[in-house]
C-alpha cells in the first residue's frame, strides 16, 4: 500500500470566540475559525494581499481547553487534519463543509481571556486616569538612546 499523508499546519487569528459544545454521549466538540493571511508582490509591483479563513474542530480534552486560553483575536498554531463533510438537511439539499480537526493548538500570544463577573466591580476611573498620567513623562530629547 502506497504511503500518504494529510497533515495542516497553520499559524493564526481566531476569528470569533471557541465555541464549547458536548455531544449527547457527552464528548466535548470545540468550533473556531482562524483567519490567515498571505501577502506579495504581483508582476507589476503592487502589494496584494489574501486572507483565508479555516473552520477547526477539536474534540475531547482539547477541546475542553482551548476556551479557557483563547479569545478573538488570538495568535495559535493548529495541527491537524482535512475533513471533508456532507450531510442533507430537511429539506433534502446537499451540504458540503471542509474542516480541519485538530490535533493539537498551541497559543502564541499572552493575550489572557479575563472574564469579569458580576460581582468584580468596573475600575476606578480617577485609578485609569492616574495610570495613563503615569505614562505621560516627559521625556527630553537628551533621554532617547539613539
Not at 474542516?99 to 485609578?127: F, M
Amino acid at each position: 500500500m502506497a504511503r500518504s499523508l494529510n497533515k495542516v499546519l497553520l499559524i493564526g487569528n481566531l476569528t470569533r470566540d471557541a465555541e464549547l459544545k458536548y455531544t449527547p454521549n457527552g464528548s466535548a466538540v470545540c468550533q473556531f475559525s482562524v483567519a490567515t493571511n498571505r501577502e506579495w508582490k504581483d508582476s507589476q509591483g503592487q502589494e496584494k494581499s489574501e486572507t483565508m479563513f479555516h473552520r477547526i474542530v477539536a474534540w475531547s480534552k482539547l477541546a475542553e481547553i482551548i476556551p479557557q486560553f483563547t479569545m478573538k483575536g488570538s495568535k495559535v498554531f493548529v495541527e491537524g487534519r482535512i475533513v471533508n463533510r456532507t450531510w442533507k438537511d430537511k429539506a433534502g439539499v446537499d451540504h458540503y463543509i471542509t474542516e480541519i480537526v485538530a490535533n493539537e493548538v498551541i497559543v502564541l500570544d499572552n493575550k489572557k481571556r479575563i472574564q469579569q463577573s458580576e460581582d468584580t466591580p468596573e475600575p476606578d476611573k480617577k485609578v485609569e486616569e492616574l495610570k495613563k498620567e503615569d505614562l505621560k513623562e516627559n521625556i527630553e530629547p537628551s533621554d532617547i538612546p539613539f
